[in-house]
């Protein structure tokens, strides 16, 4: 059983910062890649950024320059420091892992961000 447990979201005004954290728990041999997808009412989910076990990343164009990922490999656990915060940016995030050997693929509940203009 794995777990992902999101913390962080709320509510923020335009130009804010905000700090998602997502910490992975469970029979876990290993994690490749760590990322953060969002979706906002009546929108599809769509990738906001991720990072590969080696550190590559890899952002959302709407994102890029605001946004930043990382982890902590020794904690299983993935930030998403999120600044210059936009209304656009209003959505439920998401974190996702995948991991290895075996490829599977494992979501967060989700957290809510919200920014009012």
């Known amino acids: 059983q794995v777990q992902l447990v999101e913390s962080g979201g709320g509510l923020v005004q335009a130009g804010g910062s905000l700090r998602l954290s997502c910490a992975a728990s469970?029979?876990?041999?290993?994690?490749?890649?760590m990322g953060w997808y969002r979706q906002a009412p009546g929108k599809q989910r769509e990738l906001v950024a991720v990072?590969?076990?080696?550190?590559?990343?890899n952002y959302a164009d709407s994102v890029k320059g605001r946004f930043s990922i990382s982890r902590d490999n020794a904690k299983n656990t993935v930030y998403l420091q999120m600044n210059s915060l936009k209304p656009e940016d209003t959505a439920v995030y998401y974190c996702?892992?995948?991991?290895?050997?075996?490829?599977?693929?494992?979501w967060g509940q989700g957290t809510q961000v919200t920014v009012s203009s």
């Open positions: 990072i590969s076990s080696g550190g590559s990343t």
């Open positions: 996702k892992i995948l991991t290895r050997p075996r490829e599977y693929e494992f």
């Open positions: 469970g029979s876990i041999f290993s994690i490749n890649t």
